[in-house]
Structure formats: C-alpha cells, structure tokens
C-alpha cells in the first residue's frame, strides 16, 4: 500500500529536550515536505527537499532542523523544542508530474505539545 | 508575499444542494491549483487539481479556474453529510511554492 508514515503520532515533551519525528514514505517519491498546522493559520510549510540531500527553508523554519540521506526518509528535527512549537505536524511527498499536477500524499500528523 | 485567500466559513447548506468554494490568489505565477479535503485531526486529502482555465469535472466535483480574475472555485453536487469537512486550497507554480489557504468549513446538514 502506497503511504507515508509518520511516528510517533502523538509526542507530549518538555521545553528544550531535543526530538526527532520520523517520516517514511514507499513511493520513491522525489520531493518531500513538512507542514506545521495552527488554529486559524492553516498548513504552513516548515522545510522541504527535492531530493536526496537537497533541502531548503519553507515558511517557518525557524527552530527546526530536517536531513534527507535516503530518499524515502525525511526526519523533523527539534533541537530544543518550546511551547510555540506544539502544532499538528504533517509529512507530505510527492512526485513531479507537470502534465497532471503534483499529487501531494500526506502522512497521518504527529500532534506534539511542548510543556 | 504570495497568499491564498479562502474563506474561513463555516459554509452551511442542506443535504443535496451544490456547494461552492472559491479561493483568490495573489501570485500570478501560479500555475496548478489543488483542492484538498480535510476531516478534523486526519490529514488532508487530494479531491482534485487543476491547471487550465475553465472548469474540470470528476464525479460530484467540479474545479474551476480564472487565472485572469486570480480565481479558483470548488463546486460539490447533491452535496451530502460526509461531505462536511475543512476544504483547503493551494496554488504554486511548483513543488517548492506551493501555497495553502487557512480552508473554509462545510457543514452540510441533514
């Protein structure tokens, strides 16, 4: 089945302890992506990569960290995690296909709440 | 700064009636726009894309797109319950730029 898999899906931490949210997909996707989600601001894009060891800032990086060694992984990483940063996490991949549009697939969320 | 502009809602209407969604974009260079679904707390979901001017149908949906009037639209037919959900547009003119709006809200009661 074709998916993008996240874990762990439900993460409760404290101010400053470093974590790492994992994102796995099994379409051998090029481009993957993370979003945060925030009441009343809508899906925002954290870092993204067009492929393996290429990434690039997205909206609102500041305060995460990503790496892509192998193409079908894509881990958040929080190095030390705040209050703000408790959202709704989604990993998203895609392929390019300018022809018919660049289907995203996103993974399941990880809800994260930062004490 | 490109924006997506939707809005918030909620929209409400009746079992079987047609829906409309509509979403403005600021960046011209857009050039794919997407409708995704969303349930509360699931991820969302592709309805339908869109990247030529005019309409596009699948099923009870059908996607329109001004790129003159910076405009696109959602119509959902015979609209039904398990249609009330979060519906999110984005626009981009690639991977990297892909822009989500905040969603707008459909309730559609019985």
């Known amino acids: 089945e074709a998916q993008v898999t996240q874990n762990p899906r439900y993460l409760i931490t404290v101010t400053g302890k470093k974590l790492t949210v994992t994102c796995s997909q099994n379409?051998?996707?090029?481009?993957m992506s993370w979003y945060r989600q925030d009441p009343g601001l809508g899906l925002r894009q954290i870092y993204y990569?067009?492929?393996?060891?290429?990434?690039d800032k997205g909206d609102v990086p500041e305060g995460y960290k990503v790496s892509r060694k192998e193409k079908r992984n894509f881990p958040l990483i929080l190095e030390s995690p705040s209050p703000n940063q408790t959202s709704l996490y989604f990993c998203a991949s895609s392929s390019p296909d300018r022809g018919r549009g660049e289907t995203q697939y996103f993974g399941p969320g990880t809800r994260l709440l930062v004490l | 700064q490109k924006e997506v502009e939707q809005n918030s809602g909620p929209l409400s209407v009746p079992e079987g009636a047609i829906a409309s969604l509509n979403c403005t974009y600021s960046d011209r260079g857009s050039q794919s726009f997407f409708w995704y679904r969303q349930y509360s707390g699931k991820s969302p979901e592709l309805i339908m894309f869109i990247y030529s001017n005019g309409d596009k149908e699948d099923g009870r949906f059908t996607a329109q797109l001004n790129k003159a009037s910076q405009y696109v639209s959602l119509l959902i037919r015979d609209s039904q319950p398990s249609d009330s959900a979060t519906y999110l547009c984005a626009g981009g003119s690639g991977y990297s730029t892909l822009t989500f709006g905040k969603g707008t809200m459909l309730l559609v009661s019985p």
């Open positions: 990569s067009m492929n393996v060891e290429v990434t």
């Open positions: 379409m051998n996707h090029e481009y």
